[in-house]
């Protein structure tokens, strides 16, 4: 499954999150980090429970 988010150093959007794990924030919440391949910028994405569960489920690692 694959993860996208906004690179910053490139604005561009849905970018794929190389290497991306889920880590949970202090408020409760979820986010994906990875790495755009392209650039190597730390990408991170805010991820619903949901969506943090399914992708767990299909083998992202939890950060
Ligand atoms: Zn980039």
Known sequence: M???G??????EK???LQ???IHKT???GY???????????TVCSIMSEAKAKAAMASGVPAG
Not at 6 to 11: E, G, L, T
């Open 6 to 11: 906004y690179c910053v150093k490139c604005k």
């Open 31 to 41: 986010m994906a980090k990875g790495k755009h391949g392209k650039c190597g910028t």
């Open 2 to 4: 694959a993860i996208t």
């Open 19 to 21: 290497g991306a794990a």
């Open 14 to 16: 849905n970018v794929e």
């Open 26 to 28: 202090k408020k409760g």
